[in-house]
């Protein structure tokens, strides 16, 4: 008997526990995985390549197979060759993402799962009649003098739509591009994928497309096999099962939300429920800690909680913001997002505050770089720029020591002297992850220092200049030899935890890790702990960002008396104190408040007070030498953020060795000349 497969397709738990007690018993060699190759097209934001661990669907199929003793291996192509790969046996399986009928004479499909809200998007400047109500039969039927656009082999429209005037294309965003060209008046799409195309390839579309309210068919997404795999019922089965288990025991919607997904909150009819969406730094886990203070004081609100990593959570609101679905009431944003949201109307002013609030006592760096046109849109939560940090005992024991303003060749060679892998120490730890705010952060900060730019005055990008060049170099270099392994996964908060755990030699970042590092509750490197200013480059030219995470309202919010009330709280002076009585002073969100900085009790925890405040005043300066709004981490243009986070992508792929920098800079460069073409023809 082939117990290993028996086990692992035919067995319940129970026989599957008794197999690994027997064959145990027998010292015969233990069951290894069975790997099941399946294919997927890309739909993000659910599944595709360029999404952390694949997307959440990836995530899922995985984890959900695992309980039954396989081991996934996904591969992306188009929807249609997957699909063909899989009736042909090249494949066990495909994820699918419509059961229609034709389909369902090759292919068996498990148990639905997740797949988001399909709608038709249209111009904002089309005036449609007022549908019927009832059924989305009679709406898509009153809808026949329209043109519709949808994908081949995608989301499906129902039979009773089948005699409507379509055009059929290859993918999403030919759709999306047809539909602003006025080739179609309606795009059949996700929701959401809608939104996710235009946040990272067609800014120019944001507040040009709207979705109908209706008619609107809820998508889902299923594992598919082929009616001739031998395995079949097997394979459906541990599926089935396993993502049985997952809704049971809460693990299915763990999975979304680190995602970005998040299904709505049954809310207390007899309270206001505050969406709120935020980063998962360890100043707002305390937020959200302290907030139930904010609920004992306010019991007529709730607070609904979506805490997600820095990039899930900037994609997110700006995809809520591109369809207007305004699933939040409080948004966590930063410098870059508050001008371009704030002119598109996006964000309301701040014209309620109480006179209790002291807005006067805002830092006046961080106030300005908050407001438009003299008006707050945004409260700081914190603010930061960058710093050095290093281990002052591996300095010592080597004999070495930290300039007092390191230029970056002087940390390349202090990171090679530091640099102790077998002993668990790396030599230098830097941003890493993909990201606009993640490796691009520092990247800006390095090319910038080195006299590079992202523009020049014309709006053409410079991503393959000699300043570009040199300076990914350095940086691969330096993660390269001196970092950690997988260094492109980490970001601040990987490496916040690295440093911590005393795995950095050096680390240069956020000035608001100040605090979580000299905590010896949080930091076993508190007491060896030392910093300098951030490195300048060899031509002594300095450059630090400036950064606030702030609390702002859209104006899609439905409560936005309630929502004014609870930053406010969250911003306060009284929420300083309750961070000092709960956290302890050195763990106070920094960078807001002159007062903090007056404190004696804040100054005495926290001796790097002083020198965190300088460098927060002193940066933020923008480089005027191009008459482009050009700041020291970002482009103020909405375009940035895609630019960026290709960027990014493509910048991870050399630490990953998968391709060199020339050619990471020059994909670049022409997804950033493609995107700013768009833009001068948007306007």
Not at 555 to 582: C, D, L, M, P
């Amino acid at each position: 008997v082939d117990w290993c497969r028996f086990a692992a397709e035919g067995g319940n738990r129970m026989m599957r526990v008794l197999m690994v007690i027997l064959l145990t018993g027998l010292a015969l060699p233990v069951c290894a995985q069975t790997v099941l190759t399946l294919m997927s097209g890309e739909r993000a934001p659910y599944v595709g390549a360029n999404l952390p661990q694949g997307g959440y669907v990836a995530e899922m199929v995985e984890q959900a197979f695992a309980r039954s003793g396989y081991q996934v291996k996904l591969q992306f192509s188009s929807w249609a060759r997957a699909r063909l790969q899989t009736v042909q046996g090249e494949a066990a399986g495909m994820i699918c993402s419509a059961q229609d009928g034709s389909a369902s004479t090759e292919l068996a499909y498990s148990a639905p799962f997740f797949g988001g809200t399909t709608g038709l998007l249209k111009k904002r400047s089309l005036s449609l009649p007022p549908l019927p109500a009832g059924s989305a039969t009679a709406q898509f039927k009153a809808l026949a003098a329209y043109r519709f656009g949808a994908v081949r082999d995608g989301i499906a429209l129902p039979a009773s739509a089948d005699n409507l005037s379509r055009e059929l294309f290859s993918n999403d965003l030919q759709n999306l591009d047809m539909l602003q060209q006025g080739r179609v008046q309606l795009a059949l799409i996700d929701k959401y994928s809608a939104a996710e195309l235009m946040v990272s390839q067609r800014a120019h579309l944001i507040g040009q497309l709207e979705f109908m309210p209706a008619p609107q068919l809820q998508s889902d997404f299923f594992v598919c096999f082929s009616k001739r795999q031998k395995n079949l019922r097997p394979w459906l089965d541990a599926f089935n099962q396993g993502l049985a288990q997952l809704q049971q025991d809460g693990s299915l919607e763990k999975i979304m939300n680190k995602h970005g997904l998040f299904l709505p909150k049954k809310a207390d009819p007899d309270k206001v429920q505050l969406t709120i969406g935020t980063v998962n730094n360890g100043d707002m886990l305390v937020m959200q800690k302290l907030s139930r203070e904010f609920e004992k004081q306010n019991p007529a609100i709730e607070l609904d909680w979506r805490v997600m990593d820095e990039n899930t959570l900037r994609r997110r609101l700006l995809s809520d913001l591109a369809i207007g679905d305004g699933q939040f009431d409080v948004m966590t944003i930063g410098t870059y997002e508050l001008p371009i949201w704030a002119r598109q109307g996006w964000l309301g002013p701040l014209k309620n505050l109480p006179k209790s609030y002291a807005s006067d006592d805002l830092l006046a760096t961080v106030r300005q770089h908050l407001s438009h046109e003299g008006q707050l849109y945004a409260l700081p939560f914190y603010a930061e720029s960058a710093m050095t940090y290093y281990r002052k005992d591996l300095l010592a024991r080597a004999g070495l020591s930290m300039p007092p303003q390191p230029s970056y060749q002087d940390i390349a060679a202090l990171a090679a002297k530091l640099h102790d892998p077998a002993n668990g120490v790396y030599g230098i730890c830097l941003r890493g992850k993909p990201g606009w705010g993640e490796n691009m952060a520092f990247i800006s900060m390095l090319v910038q220092a080195q006299g590079g730019r992202w523009f020049d005055a014309r709006w053409q990008p410079e991503l393959v200049s000699p300043v570009w060049q040199d300076s990914i170099a350095l940086y691969a270099r330096l993660l390269g030899k001196y970092g950690p392994p997988n260094a492109d996964k980490n970001g601040f908060n990987e490496n916040l935890a690295l440093f911590s755990e005393g795995h950095c030699g050096i680390w240069i970042d956020a000035t608001v890790a100040a605090g979580l590092l000299f905590d010896p509750r949080r930091s076993k490197v508190a007491s060896q702990l030392g910093y300098a200013p951030a490195p300048r480059a060899d031509s002594g030219k300095n450059s630090v960002w400036l950064w606030s995470w702030a609390l702002a309202i859209p104006t899609s919010s439905r409560h936005k008396a309630q929502a004014e009330q609870f930053i406010a709280w969250a911003t306060s002076q009284g929420y300083i104190q309750s961070v000092a009585n709960s956290e302890g002073w050195v763990a106070l969100p920094p960078g807001t408040r002159k007062s903090t900085y007056a404190n004696p009790q804040y100054l005495k925890a926290a001796p790097f007070a002083r020198f965190v405040l300088g460098a927060i005043e002193n940066a933020g300066s923008r480089d005027t030498s191009t008459k482009t709004d050009v700041a020291l981490q970002y482009v103020s243009i909405p375009e940035f953020q895609a630019i960026a986070d290709q960027t990014g992508l493509e910048i991870a792929r050399v630490l990953r060795q998968e391709q060199n920098v020339d050619k990471a800079l020059k994909r670049a460069q022409n997804f950033a000349q493609d995107q700013m073409n768009n833009r001068s023809k948007a306007k």
